[in-house]
């Protein structure tokens, strides 16, 4: 078999050896190149066409961020940031990074006695993300805010006369998701007038800044979830459960558990989602976005049970379409849409005006 061929992008002399004698012991995958600098990576990338990249933040001559962009925009490859960038600033270049089209973000090696549980990580992410196909991702078609809103189709009308207003509107998502969350975001008309509340997949220490960067790339008040609050209280705003800690919605207050993971998931999708179910029946909108495994699928056809309106991103459009897959496997979606559509979709179902029947 045909062993990955891996390129690896990294400034440090120690770090860039240390990786590539993890990747070379593996018989299935090749380290094919070294770069020290953005600009190196990105020939490298197009005269090598590796397999998968694996990318610092911090480089000399070109930054990380940069290279990603041009490499997503130009030939474009899985990247796997590894970083050790845990400052607020850098946080942001790794998020815009990810939004830009690289896959997913790992930690450096600490140098400590958990670096055999790293390599093994590390050996895995890298096989995984190698396989996943990617897509020409030029920076301006998720910068451009006017570019993003497409209009929907409008939505189903049944079974209309038995339906609340919308209350609430929740999104999942897991691999790619830092971009597809900002393209819904950014696709919702203003005012919006529910709380959106969303789970994202994403580890520790990275996923610490996230909410304070989405806030800056958006119209709408990010944060993160407080435990006790009330959810009524962030209509027109958006929630996202913290890094480690279930979200769930009860009594009408935003409530964090530290209960065991689900799908090895914590936050998980499916948490949040049952519970909007049990808390509001037919009055959620929910998005289940691109991702690995099927964490969210068993949440969205609880919500779509208790009559509530249901969309998956279609394959097309997601970096992984292995979550949404699952959802549509279980009959869990009502509509299936490209990214593009789903914040459209979204601010249509939250302009209905459906009155309370008896």
């Given at each position: 078999?045909?062993?990955?061929?891996?390129?690896?992008v990294?400034?440090?002399?120690?770090?860039?050896?240390r990786?590539?004698?993890?990747?070379?012991?593996?018989?299935?995958?090749?380290?094919?190149?070294?770069?020290?600098?953005?600009?190196?990576?990105?020939?490298?990338?197009?005269?090598?066409?590796?397999?998968?990249?694996?990318?610092?933040?911090?480089?000399?001559?070109?930054?990380?961020?940069?290279?990603?962009?041009?490499?997503?925009?130009h030939?474009?490859?899985?990247?796997?940031?590894?970083?050790a960038?845990?400052?607020?600033?850098?946080?942001?270049?790794?998020?815009?990074?990810?939004?830009?089209?690289?896959?997913?973000?790992?930690?450096?090696?600490?140098?400590?006695?958990?670096?055999?549980?790293?390599?093994?990580?590390?050996?895995?992410?890298?096989?995984?993300?190698?396989?996943?196909?990617?897509?020409?991702?030029?920076?301006?078609?998720l910068?451009?805010?006017?570019s993003?809103?497409?209009?929907?189709?409008?939505?189903?009308?049944?079974?209309?006369?038995?339906?609340?207003?919308?209350?609430?509107?929740?999104?999942?998502?897991?691999?790619?998701?830092?971009?597809?969350?900002?393209?819904?975001?950014?696709?919702?008309?203003?005012?919006?007038?529910?709380?959106?509340?969303?789970?994202?997949?994403?580890?520790?220490?990275?996923?610490?800044?996230?909410?304070?960067?989405?806030?800056?790339?958006?119209?709408?008040?990010?944060?993160?979830?407080?435990?006790?609050?009330?959810?009524?209280?962030?209509?027109?705003?958006?929630?996202?459960?913290?890094p480690?800690s279930?979200?769930?919605?009860?009594?009408?207050?935003?409530?964090?558990?530290?209960?065991?993971?689900?799908?090895?998931?914590?936050?998980?999708?499916?948490?949040?989602?049952?519970?909007?179910?049990?808390?509001?029946?037919?009055?959620?909108?929910?998005?289940?976005?691109?991702?690995?495994?099927?964490?969210?699928?068993?949440?969205?056809?609880?919500?779509?049970?208790?009559?509530?309106?249901?969309?998956?991103?279609?394959?097309?459009?997601?970096?992984?379409?292995?979550?949404?897959?699952?959802?549509?496997?279980?009959?869990?979606?009502?509509?299936?849409?490209?990214?593009?559509?789903?914040?459209?979709?979204?601010?249509?179902?939250?302009?209905?005006?459906?009155?309370?029947?008896?």
């Amino acid at each position: 078999m045909t062993p990955t061929r891996v390129l690896v992008v990294e400034d440090s002399l120690t770090v860039r050896r240390r990786l590539c004698d993890v990747l070379a012991a593996d018989p299935g995958l090749q380290v094919v190149g070294e770069a020290e600098d953005g600009k190196q990576a990105i020939d490298l990338c197009q005269r090598l066409r590796p397999d998968i990249v694996t990318m610092d933040m911090m480089l000399p001559v070109m930054s990380g961020l940069s290279a990603t962009e041009y490499i997503m925009a130009h030939c474009p490859t899985p990247i796997l940031v590894v970083s050790a960038s845990t400052n607020r600033g850098e946080l942001f270049k790794t998020y815009e990074a990810l939004a830009a089209g690289a896959v997913d973000v790992l930690e450096k090696p600490r140098g400590d006695e958990s670096d055999a549980a790293w390599e093994r990580h590390f050996i895995a992410t890298v096989k995984l993300i190698s396989r996943i196909r990617v897509i020409t991702h030029p920076r301006a078609r998720l910068w451009s805010l006017g570019s993003s809103r497409v209009a929907a189709p409008p939505p189903s009308q049944t079974p209309s006369s038995a339906r609340q207003r919308y209350e609430v509107a929740v999104i999942g998502a897991s691999t790619g998701g830092p971009g597809a969350i900002l393209e819904v975001l950014r696709g919702l008309r203003q005012p919006f007038p529910l709380p959106v509340v969303f789970v994202l997949h994403i580890g520790e220490p990275f996923g610490l800044a996230f909410a304070e960067w989405l806030d800056g790339q958006t119209e709408f008040a990010v944060s993160y979830a407080r435990d006790g609050e009330p959810l009524s209280a962030r209509a027109g705003q958006v929630v996202m459960a913290p890094p480690d800690s279930h979200l769930i919605v009860r009594g009408g207050r935003l409530r964090l558990l530290a209960e065991p993971p689900r799908h090895s998931c914590r936050p998980s999708v499916d948490v949040l989602f049952e519970s909007v179910a049990r808390e509001y029946g037919a009055a959620v909108i929910a998005s289940l976005l691109t991702g690995m495994g099927r964490d969210g699928a068993a949440g969205l056809l609880a919500i779509r049970q208790a009559g509530g309106f249901t969309i998956a991103q279609d394959e097309a459009t997601s970096v992984v379409y292995g979550m949404p897959r699952e959802a549509v496997m279980l009959h869990a979606v009502e509509r299936e849409l490209p990214l593009r559509q789903i914040g459209s979709m979204m601010s249509a179902l939250a302009a209905l005006q459906r009155p309370i029947t008896s």
